[in-house]
């Protein structure tokens, strides 16, 4: 049984710019949720993908955006790159059993916005 | 909406026993868990409370009261490789959890 992953693992980009993080979810996984975490935080929801359809957002902007495909990896994509968005960028991937949807995180992408 | 809170630091010497913290208010409660993540790594699953009570996995255990809003995650016999922030997450109504900022611990000799 194969864990999450996560790539890239490490990302410099410069203010405007737009980048996707990429992640494969555990097998047998289908549901998959990205973190923003900045330093010394902990994480912040972004969105959360079931079976290819967003199944809620967090207090973020819309040029956060995501994509879940049919094998259930995903991918995160940011737009128009500010120096806020530095961060450890988490992918969790679960089964939705209706109460204990233990998140098994992959090892994180971090961003760093010049 | 959800608040977490939890301290932001604690220390601890080596063998001890260490309590860590977390009260919450969620609008609707399905479930709290506690992770650990070690500095620049991913968080890692410990455990889980949706009843009252003590939970009790090895060196590890957690304590959730829901009248309160309060659950609790004990270590005991410290080990320098318990020193990872702690981060106490609640899932509401919507069964996405909500992470505290995490308490980092430090286990010193």
């Known amino acids: 049984e194969t864990g999450v992953t996560q790539s890239p693992t490490h990302l410099i980009k410069t203010r405007g710019q737009q980048v996707t993080l990429r992640c494969s979810s555990q097998?047998?996984?289908?549901?998959v949720s990205w973190y923003q975490q900045a330093l010394g935080q902990g994480p912040q929801f972004i969105f959360q993908?079931?079976?290819?359809?967003?199944?809620g957002r967090g207090n973020f902007p819309p040029r956060f955006s995501g994509l879940q495909f049919p094998n259930y990896s995903s991918e995160l994509n940011v737009n128009a790159l500010e120096l806020d968005d530095s961060a450890l960028y988490l992918c969790?991937?679960?089964?939705?059993?209706?109460?204990?949807?233990?998140?098994?995180f992959g090892p994180g992408t971090r961003l760093t916005v010049l | 909406g959800q608040n977490i809170d939890q301290p932001t630091e604690m220390t601890a010497t080596e063998g001890a026993i260490v309590q860590i913290n977390c009260t919450y208010q969620t609008s609707g409660f399905n479930g709290l868990f506690w992770y650990q993540q070690h500095a620049g790594e991913a968080p890692t699953f410990l455990s889980y409370?949706?009843?009252?009570g003590l939970e009790e996995k090895g060196r590890f255990s957690s304590f959730l009261s829901r009248s309160k809003g309060y659950s609790y995650l004990l270590l005991k016999e410290l080990q320098m490789k318990d020193s990872a922030s702690y981060l106490c997450?609640?899932?509401?109504?919507?069964?996405?959890?909500?992470f505290g900022r995490g308490t980092s611990l430090i286990v010193h000799p």
């Open positions: 969790a991937s679960s089964v939705v059993t209706g109460g204990k949807d233990e998140q098994f």
């Open positions: 993908y079931y079976r290819e359809e967003e199944n």
């Open positions: 409370n949706v009843l009252d």
């Open positions: 097998s047998g996984h289908n549901t």
């Open positions: 997450a609640v899932t509401g109504g919507s069964y996405i959890p909500t």
